[in-house]
């Protein structure tokens, strides 16, 4: 962070007013509640986007915002999502999926959600933990995976990874799952592995979701943490009509859905099965 963003020397004026109100404004449109410790990210990112509108002060910038600026919505939204993730993220998890696609098998269509993918490290692990159940014969599991962040979708299309972010990656998953790129230091990731996905950008607080049920799989991982307790509880009601019975449900390390039990039923570390009414 720049010197000029932090302290009382800030390029801009940033009040205890112009905070509250783009918590309020990230909740209302994004469903994301920003604790007060966030103060100083929000400057430092918000910030940029000043700069980049030509404004002088928080206000004239989220006057402009509410006004009706499709663009530049998305760049407010997207500079405020959070998106640290690397492959093989709580590997704990890609055992339990490996064994639960054995146990669905190949007798039916298998489909699997991943919201909040980010750049892509997420999905791609799901996807190598299919092929490594299933072999090639994978023309019956499908994954989407969506977020809200139009920027880090385009990156997890490229499917192009710096060694620094395959650090996670094991030496055969690296030689089976990726190929060279033209750009030195980098991967990309084999288009065979690609074709198991499709990516999609999808609000998780919009009213409708381009997911048809039935799911088998939902990874919902770290993005809970930023909705407040009756945010995380509507998400989860919808979710449970979309996933089947005895279907998965995979959450982040710092996530407790205890407060649905009703919805959903803990299994072991971070995974959870629907309860469904018979």
């Given amino acids: 962070m720049n010197a000029h963003e932090t302290g009382g020397s800030r390029e801009f004026p940033f009040s205890a007013e112009d ?25 430092s990112r918000l910030a940029r986007r000043l700069r980049a509108a030509g404004k002088n002060t928080f206000s004239s910038y ?7 600026n499709p663009t530049e919505w998305e760049h407010f939204v ?11 993220r709580e590997e704990h ?9 054995k146990m669905l098998g190949n007798r039916r269509p298998i489909k699997i959600w991943c919201n909040a ?9 799901i996807a190598m933990t299919v092929l490594e159940t299933f072999g090639d014969n994978t023309k019956h599991v499908s994954i989407i995976a969506s977020d809200l962040d139009t920027n880090v979708l385009t990156i997890a299309q490229r499917g192009i990874y710096s060694t620094e972010k395959l650090q996670k990656v094991t ?3 690296l030689k089976r799952f990726f190929l060279p790129a033209t750009e030195p230091g980098h991967y990309r990731v084999n288009p065979y592995l690609q074709r198991l996905i499709e990516f999609r950008r999808i609000n998780l607080l919009d009213t409708s979701w381009s997911v048809q049920a039935p799911l088998d799989i939902i990874f919902c991982r770290n993005v809970m943490i930023y909705f407040d307790k009756p945010t995380q509880h509507k998400i989860l009601s919808r979710f449970l009509p979309l996933i089947q019975e005895g279907g998965r449900l995979f959450a982040g390390h710092s996530e407790s859905f205890l407060h649905a039990a009703e919805l ?11 309860v469904k009414s018979r």
């Fill in 19 to 43: 905070f509250e109100r783009v918590r309020t404004l990230i909740h209302k449109h994004a469903g994301i509640s920003l604790s007060l410790s966030k103060r100083d990210m929000v400057y």
């Fill in 78 to 88: 997207n500079a405020l999502t959070t998106n640290l993730t690397y492959f093989f």
């Fill in 117 to 125: 993918a980010s750049t892509g490290e997420e999905p791609y692990s």
């Fill in 171 to 173: 030496p055969s998953r």
């Fill in 93 to 101: 998890h890609f055992p339990v999926l490996a064994e639960h696609l």
């Fill in 62 to 68: 989220l006057d402009w915002v509410e006004r009706g």
């Fill in 264 to 274: 959903f039923k803990p299994l072991g570390k971070t995974v959870y099965a629907p």
